[in-house]
Every structure is written in C-alpha cells, then in structure tokens.
C-alpha cells in the first residue's frame, strides 16, 4: 500500500512539474520573440543613411562631423598623470628570522 501511495503522489509531482516546464518554455519562446523585434528595430534605427541624416538635421546642437582618418591619434601619445610619491609618515623596522640568529639570509 505505501509503494502505491508513493508511486501516487511521484505522478502528480511529476505532472506538476511538467506544467512549470512548459509554462517556462512558453515564457522562454516569448523573450526570444520579443528579443528579435527588439534587434530588428535596432537594425532600423542604426542604418547608416538614417544616422547620417540625423547628424544633418542636429549639426548645429551637436555638432558632429565625419570621421576622417587624422580624427584618430595613437596611443603613445597619450599623457598619463605620475602617481604622487607618498611620504613615508610611520617607518617601521624589519628583520628576517636568520638575521636575528647571526646568520646570513642569502
């Protein structure tokens, strides 16, 4: 009797979770649906035509121009700020456990 109680509530467990993983699936299948619209749009409002149109359009609040190859400069030319050399406010005295016994670290 108790291996067919078992046997009983495995099913309806089993059963139940199935439902989750198709309601999870479903759930899955929509935010694919809704990420290749999304990618779609992304691909409209980036064609190249339209962004340069509206470069024109917003030239004077924006003022962008093209890129030309001299826009660019190479890293080495890049001025990197020298760290500050701290003081050193509380000095403290270190010694090896060697040199405490006379003998030679090295």
């Not at 339209?50 to 890129?67: E, I, Q, S, V």
Request: no cysteine.
């Amino acid at each position: 009797m108790g291996l067919g109680t078992w046997a009983y509530q495995e099913h309806y467990r089993t059963q139940a979770v199935m439902k989750d993983v198709r309601g999870l699936q479903a759930r899955i299948g929509d935010a694919h649906e809704r990420l290749a619209i999304l990618r779609a749009e992304w691909a409209y409002l980036n064609r190249p035509d339209r962004l340069r149109d509206l470069a024109d359009l917003n030239f004077d609040r924006l003022g962008l121009l093209p890129m030309e190859p001299d826009s660019f400069g190479s890293a080495r030319y890049i001025v990197y700020p020298i760290p500050d050399i701290l003081p050193i406010t509380d000095p403290i005295d270190v010694q090896s456990y060697l040199a405490t016994q006379g003998e030679d670290p090295l």
